[in-house]
Structure formats: structure tokens, C-alpha cells
């Protein structure tokens, strides 16, 4: 039997929540929000940031080597798209719930393309040189004191680009997705799921290997440890958020369906006049089926 208990806060939210149904957008509508989305991080991806002047006194936090990157961005790609697409699909071959697959590669989509977009805009803005901004300024070694930079001017442009961390974010919103779809669907948080070493294991593996992505770019000096951290925080909190447009808390008991596969709660329990929501008669008619 379903714990209404556990579902609605209130008697009254039971009584009045309206079909969840109701606030489902169109495919269309998600689709087009999500190419505008692209279109956003594609178009601030190469803009120009805010140049941060650099004082003589904090020449140290930018004077380190640079080095290839530990996780190329190319693999850093493979790694965002594949790896939700395979948790989906891995589930669809398992339970042949389409509508739970569209509904979860909605929610990886948006969680992706708003974490890159919302990353370039704020490293637009705040414009932190990287750890390795002088060698790119100044590839000869020779730093001048108008800092009027002699290198590279795509390298110059990238390396006012440090804050926050696009490999940061990008692995904890992909990885940080797939963590909590699959902590949804082996009920990792609820009484179905407890005391399995295996789920959990899995699901902090998933955060492990987005936390080593982002400590990467500290070890290659692409990145400050706070433009990591921030990274990190921003992807998972905005993926978080976008996984709870979709699917329930994970210690619900339907944690494994999206919300649009579940029955309202009106279609499920007898209603009652407005004006008895509030009288005894009727809450203890209700408390007696849940």
C-alpha cells in the first residue's frame, strides 16, 4: 500500500495537490529550451572575459608551468555524454520504461548544458587568471610590468578563464546525475535499500571519479584549488536541483519513478468539501485508509 504518509507533509497538501500531470511541458518546449541552452554555453565558450589586472605582489599564484591537461577535454566529453546515456539505456534494456528514459535524459541534458552555461558566464565575469597565466602571457620567460601579454592571444584569452572549473562542474553534473539516478533506482536511501554494500560503493565511486576529474586540474595547474571547489559545488547543486524537477527525494519509496509516472494523490484518496479539509471527521476518515 502506498504511505501517504510519507508523501504529503500535510493531510491538507493530500486533499488540494493538483496532478502532477499538470505541470509536465510539452517535449517541443523541453527540446528547444535545451538548444537555446547549447547555443548559450556554445556562443560564451569562446568570448572574451574581464581582464584581471595582476599586481606585482601576487605574481607567485601565476608563475607555474603549463603542462597538458591529465583529462583532455575531449575525454572530459565522452566521459559527460556517454556515461548518462549508458546509465539510461543500461535501465531501459532492464525495465523497458520509455518514459522513465525520456524523462531521465531530459533531466541529464538540462543539468549539463544550464552547469556549462551558468560556468561561462561567471568565468566571464570574474576573469581569474589561471596558475599558468604568465607562461601564456609571457612564453619567453620576460614579464614586462604593463603586463602587455606577447603570447598566444587564445591562450591569453582561456588563461583569464580559471574561475570556476569546467571540468569541476561538467564531471559532478554528468557523474553527479547518474549517482543520484542510480541511488533512485536501487532505493540506496529508503528502507528497500539499506545495509547493501555494493549500491553504495557504486554510487560514491561515481562521486570519486568526478572528484579525481576535478583535482586534476589542480595537479596540471589549469585551475586554483577554490576554482575547483566552487566547480564541484555549482555542478552537483544545479544537477541536484534539476534531478528533483523530475524525480521524487531519494528516501521515497518511489524514488525509482519519475514524478510523471506517478498517480496524483487526488486520483488515489476520497476528496472532501473545502470546508471539511479542515474538520475531524474527515481527517480521521483519511488517516484510517492510509
Not at 496532478?19 to 568570448?47: C, K, N, W
Not at 564531471?171 to 541511488?183: D, E, N, P, Q, T
Request: aromatic fraction near 12%; hydrophobic fraction near 40%.
Amino acid at each position: 500500500m502506498i504511505n501517504f504518509k510519507e508523501q504529503c507533509s500535510e493531510i491538507k497538501d493530500c486533499l488540494t495537490k493538483p496532478s502532477l500531470m499538470e505541470g509536465h511541458q510539452p517535449l517541443a518546449q523541453e527540446l528547444v529550451i535545451r538548444v537555446i541552452l547549447f547555443a548559450v554555453f556554445y556562443v560564451t565558450d569562446d568570448a572574451v572575459p574581464y581582464y584581471r589586472q595582476i599586481q606585482k605582489e601576487e605574481q607567485w599564484l601565476y608563475r607555474f608551468p603549463m603542462t597538458p591537461s591529465i583529462y583532455p577535454g575531449n575525454v572530459l566529453w565522452v566521459t559527460v555524454l556517454t556515461v548518462p546515456l549508458t546509465a539510461v539505456l543500461t535501465f531501459y534494456f532492464l525495465r523497458r520504461d520509455r518514459l522513465d528514459a525520456r524523462q531521465a535524459l531530459l533531466c541529464a541534458s538540462l543539468a549539463i548544458f544550464l552547469t556549462g552555461s551558468v560556468t561561462n558566464f561567471i568565468k566571464l565575469g570574474v576573469g581569474r587568471p589561471r596558475p599558468d597565466f604568465l607562461q601564456r602571457c609571457f612564453p619567453d620567460g620576460k614579464i614586462q610590468d604593463d603586463m602587455n601579454c606577447t603570447g598566444n592571444v587564445k591562450d591569453v584569452i582561456q588563461g583569464y578563464k580559471s574561475f570556476p572549473s569546467g571540468h569541476s562542474s561538467f564531471a559532478f553534473s554528468s557523474l553527479g546525475f547518474v549517482a543520484l539516478y542510480i541511488a533512485g533506482k536501487l532505493h540506496i536511501f529508503n528502507r528497500n535499500g539499506h545495509g547493501n554494500s555494493l549500491k553504495i560503493c557504486l554510487f560514491v565511486s561515481l562521486l570519486v571519479w568526478a572528484t579525481l576529474i576535478a583535482v586534476s586540474r589542480t595537479a596540471d595547474f589549469h585551475h586554483h584549488w577554490q576554482d575547483v571547489t566552487v566547480g564541484s559545488i555549482l555542478g552537483m547543486t544545479l544537477t541536484y536541483f534539476c534531478y528533483r524537477q523530475y524525480y521524487p527525494a531519494l528516501t521515497r519509496a518511489v524514488s525509482h519513478l519519475p514524478y510523471i509516472s506517478l498517480p496524483s494523490e487526488r486520483d488515489l484518496i476520497p476528496t472532501f468539501p473545502a470546508s471539511a479539509v479542515n474538520n475531524s471527521e474527515a481527517v480521521n476518515s483519511l488517516m484510517k485508509m492510509v
